[in-house]
């Protein structure tokens, strides 16, 4: 059983959705696996809890989003 793990901000569950479909039926094709084999892991950070160069991403971010 193949297992990807995707680490991030936070999505949408449209977004989600897309992503785990798209990842899936990437991974089976290059591997010839078939997609039911997968598992999909999604870890979600906040912005407020992530830092880059010492400053909290979400302070770089905070006329952005």
């Known amino acids: 059983m193949p297992v990807i793990t995707i680490e991030g901000p936070v999505l949408s ?3 989600k ?3 785990v479909k798209e990842i899936t039926q ?3 094709d290059i591997m010839n696996i ?3 084999a997968y598992v999909v ?3 979600e950070n ?3 809890n ?4 010492g400053i909290l991403i979400s302070e ?3 006329d952005k989003i």
């Open 13 to 15: 569950f449209e977004k």
């Open 26 to 28: 990437l991974a089976s």
């Open 50 to 53: 992530m830092g880059q160069g």
């Open 46 to 48: 906040p912005y407020e």
């Open 60 to 62: 770089k971010l905070k």
């Open 34 to 36: 078939p997609k039911d």
């Open 17 to 19: 959705e897309k992503l």
């Open 41 to 43: 892991f999604i870890k």
